[in-house]
């Protein structure tokens, strides 16, 4: 039996609330921890199959041009090669996200450095690392191939991603004040602390994945089609995946290199990246350059706004950096003008890490609003409450909710901000100046098709299956909460299997849609199997309490498992539908920071930070929390230290591992804050809860950088902000 | 090369190429794949395993090196049914999301604590010579060779307090 539900409309019945085991939204434990603690959870690499050899990537050591011939005599001479593999159908770029298809293929035409050509298998990892070494390549090269959007002449402005309302120009010169410049953010890596990884083994003609992937349903299509094999045979399991943060939602070409190999040797075969491929070959987030313009009037009110931006990407992909992506709602103004841009260049593929477009384009916005702040000498808070739209300003569409007031309030009162005196570089302790900042933290909303499996057994256990994926995220905690909340069983009594395509399909991890997505489908099945049961006693669902184990109705109170004579099982399946055109939704937040920068050194320390969020009803209060965690701290990295050095010549990347590519690490994060703003947002599902995994990093990184300004009066408007950058202004 | 190694208290004896490091004879040829893999050059830590006590990471370390050596790791300090003080505080704090760089940070925490005990200073410790002290800013900084991208950083903190608190370690 099947519970489908396409959202068109708002859910009042708020049916949650009414539940009595109590589980849902408390902090609960994660079902899975103690397999993770114990290392006993087993990710894609770490599956030890019979036979198995070890394949190691070979890749390109020029920008662009065709292989000509891959010489792998002396590769192959070498012990332990069982085989070097070219094949037309090895992919050169990961998959985007939601791709369903493969990616570019086509590896014997090079279009970025580090792009993979070949396999080399080996009986081990050691003889395979150093054959591929041994490969040798020859190219055609094309020279001259531009690897910044600087020198690119391939501009491309998107049909329907631009946007173009009265007159800014106008406004702009009429403005009572305005703001007028130019940030630059560089290539984020998603560096995921595991690295992307396969294992294929073929079967009678049917191949079994072990990867680490975010969304399997496309992920057995994309590789299906790159391989020209049916979806059928192909099975793709990811029950854990250490960290994705938009790497891995699509395929990469570790899957379909393993896939192959292992098909044309008759064993199975494991690929691992290695730490340098995942910066050369997984899509990072573009480097961007961003105007912004602001124009308001003598109450700071915002009359017209502009965001003309620059991203790139490499030949034949679609995706670009949706930059302006909360642009569109965020803030009022009759006169708007989004421009956007892409530039091809033959660097690695750019695609989504965690908040694509927000995560770069909120927190510029809002380095922009701090200007404006400075200029009108309104406080910031204050001037974001005056600039609250009623409606989508470009649309006109309503808001399903809108908490950006409330999530300020809050987070302004716990952090202190009341009082702040807003002169920068007044405040010195010893050699650090001190300054706080804040920011306004804004994420679109969505919800995508998903299905799962809810069963429940005459012993009162149940389970949930659905293919969809935990990468931290904490599904498995929230799909077992509700399911146990909607069928009145303790927590221990319910079991969540995820990550294999035999089962039910997700909607996968991403666009934080994912706790919305897979949480209702088995939101639908529990209440269809609510109903089932209430029907048993011949009472309406809504008078049926299910508590421990116990159906009880007015006074009447019938133990579950004597109305069960066998298993009951339905299908839960969400589809998005007319809500997410007729209102706008979006979770809302603020970030707040206090730093400390050397007098000496233009060294920036944060000392305190705190997010306020609002995302709708929150599922487990602990996990939430943890992914609120992740994004502000994605938001110190990219405030402070993170940036992808790409060589001018040609492209390859300079930093290519975790000691020059600067992730936040424990000292640099202080106990972070995080505070959640009650909401229930209807027409989001019939849950009304939101997504929460990436709302945190969406505007942290600019509450860091505005405080730097207050500390020391230094606009710092290239990211990250490092202290060649502050030291200069300092005395 | 052969090499025996002690690992979680047993006696395993290992034949491997001079190549393997600790970390791949560990995970490939030990079936031990609780340590793991994040860089294999000594940056982030998540192969952090115990060698006579004493925390390393095991990818810059050849396995041929360690003839003779008592190895811990992450499987050795518990079981899902049996886990240590620390695996039940990260539990607790949600000291992990993925997963993937915790049995590094508990390995890390377990040799961290010891070195507490013994006093030895750290990089922000106000006195070299004094009792050592597990403040925020002292656990941050000696953990800070264990990176965690999904980044529960505070709630790493917060484990590893909570278990120094409790053996009145924090002083």
């Not at chain 1, 299906?224 to 049916?230: E, K």
């Not at chain 1, 997505?517 to 209430?534: C, D, F, N, P, W």
Request: with cysteine; glycine share 10%.
């Amino acid at each position: 039996m099947t519970a489908h539900l396409k959202i068109d409309g708002p859910d009042e019945s708020n049916r949650l609330d009414g539940m009595a085991q109590g589980v849902i939204h408390t902090p609960a434990d994660r079902p899975e921890g103690p397999l993770k603690v114990t290392g006993t959870a087993t990710y894609a690499a770490e599956w030890q199959l019979d036979g198995m050899a070890t394949g190691v990537l070979a890749r390109a050591t020029i920008t662009r041009g065709k292989v000509v011939r891959v010489d792998a005599e002396a590769a192959r001479a070498l012990p332990g090669v069982v085989d070097v593999i070219t094949d037309s159908r090895l992919v050169r770029n990961p998959a985007q996200g939601m791709a369903n298809e493969s990616p570019v293929q086509a590896p014997d035409t090079v279009s970025y450095f580090g792009q993979p050509i070949a396999l080399v298998v080996a009986e081990t990892f050691e003889q395979a690392r150093h054959a591929a070494h041994a490969l040798q390549i020859q190219y055609e090269v094309d020279d001259g191939a531009a690897v910044s959007p600087e020198q690119s002449d391939e501009i491309d402005l998107p049909e329907g991603k631009q946007v173009a309302q009265g007159d800014l120009d106008q406004a702009m010169s009429a403005a009572a004040f305005s703001v007028d410049q130019t940030w630059t953010t560089p290539g984020h890596n998603s560096s995921a602390m595991e690295p992307h990884a396969a294992a294929a083994e073929w079967h009678e003609g049917k191949l079994t994945l072990r990867s680490s992937n975010q969304m399997l349903k496309y992920n057995r299509n994309e590789v299906a089609d790159a391989l020209g094999v049916d979806p059928e045979n192909v099975r793709v399991l990811s029950p854990y995946v250490g960290g994705g943060f938009g790497s891995k939602l699509g395929i990469g070409p570790e899957a379909v290199a393993a896939a192959i190999a292992a098909e044309k040797l008759g064993r199975p075969v494991r690929v691992v990246m290695t730490r340098q491929q995942v910066y050369e070959t997984v899509l990072h987030r573009s480097a961007s350059r961003q105007r912004v313009r602001l124009a308001a009037d003598e109450d700071g009110r915002l009359l017209g706004l502009g965001h003309d931006f620059t991203v790139y990407n490499n030949v034949g992909e679609v995706f670009s950096e949706p930059v302006a992506q909360a642009t569109h709602f965020t803030y009022p103004g009759a006169h708007r003008e989004i421009v956007h841009r892409v530039a091809t260049v033959h660097r690695v593929p750019t695609g989504s890490v965690r908040a694509p477009g927000e995560a770069i384009g909120v927190t510029v916005f809002e380095n922009a609003m701090d200007e404006l702040a400075e200029a009108t000498g309104i406080d910031p808070v204050e001037l974001r409450l005056r600039n609250i739209p009623d409606r989508d300003p470009e649309s006109g569409k309503p808001f399903s909710s809108h908490m950006l007031a409330d999530a300020l309030h809050d987070g302004a009162a716990r952090f202190g901000w009341e009082g702040r005196d807003p002169t920068p570089r007044a405040r010195l302790e010893g050699d650090w100046y001190i300054g706080t900042g804040m920011a306004a933290a804004v994420r679109v909303n969505t919800v995508m098709e998903s299905k799962a499996r809810l069963c429940l057994h005459p012993d009162l256990t149940a389970e949930v299956e659905t293919d969809m994926t935990d990468i931290g995220t904490g599904t498995y905690s929230i799909l077992t909460q509700i399911a146990a909340e909607l069928l009145g069983l303790p927590l221990s009594q319910v079991t969540t299997r995820l990550g294999d395509t035999d089962l039910p399909p997700g909607a996968g991890s991403g666009g934080s849609w994912g706790a919305s997505s897979a949480g209702t489908s088995v939101y639908l099945a529990g209440m269809k199997l609510r109903e089932q049961i209430a029907e048993k006693l011949g009472v309406a669902e809504t008078d049926l309490t299910l508590k421990d184990g116990m159906a009880i109705h007015g006074n009447r109170t019938t133990p579950l498992s004597d109305l069960l004579d066998g298993p009951l099982e339905v299908i839960g399946h969400v589809e998005g539908g007319d809500a997410g055109e007729t209102v706008r939704q979006a979770t809302y937040g603020s970030h707040f920071a206090e730093v400390a920068v050397n007098r000496h050194s233009g060294e920036t320390r944060v000392r305190r930070m705190l997010g306020s969020f609002a995302c709708g009803r929150v599922l487990n209060e602990k996990t939430a929390r943890s992914q609120c965690l992740g994004g502000m701290t994605f938001g110190i990295g990219m405030a402070l230290t993170e940036e992808m050095l790409f060589d001018p010549r040609d492209g390859h990347i300079a930093n290519n591992d975790l000691a020059e590519y600067h992730l936040a690490v424990n000292a640099d994060v202080p106990q972070l804050e995080v505070h959640f703003v009650p909401e229930r947002d209807p027409w989001a599902n019939p849950m009304q809860a939101k997504g929460i995994g990436e709302l945190g990093i969406c505007g942290a990184a600019a509450a860091i950088t505005n405080a730097i300004w207050h500390a020391t009066g230094v606009r710092v408007r290239d990211y990250p902000a490092t202290l060649d950058k502050i030291l200069p202004y300092l005395d | 090369m052969k090499t025996t190694l002690t690992v979680n208290g047993e006696a395993r004896e290992l034949d491997a190429d001079t190549r393997v490091t600790l970390l791949d004879a560990l995970r490939h040829h030990l079936d031990l794949t609780g340590t793991k893999k994040g860089c294999d050059h000594g940056q982030c830590g998540a192969c952090t395993v115990l060698v006579n006590g004493r925390r390393i990471n095991s990818c810059l370390s050849l396995a041929c090196m360690h003839d003779g050596d008592e190895i811990t790791t992450i499987e050795g300090l518990g079981t899902p049914d049996d886990m240590s003080a620390l695996q039940k505080a990260f539990v607790k704090h949600d000291g992990y999301q993925c997963g993937y760089c915790t049995p590094g940070q508990i390995c890390s925490a377990t040799a961290m604590l010891d070195e507490i005990r013994q006093n030895w200073p750290s990089h922000v410790s106000d006195d070299l010579n004094g009792p050592a002290k597990l403040t925020v800013e002292e656990v941050a900084e000696r953990m800070s060779g264990n990176l965690c991208r999904c980044s529960c950083y505070p709630n790493i903190v917060d484990a590893i307090r909570d278990v120094a608190d409790a053996e009145g370690g924090r002083s």
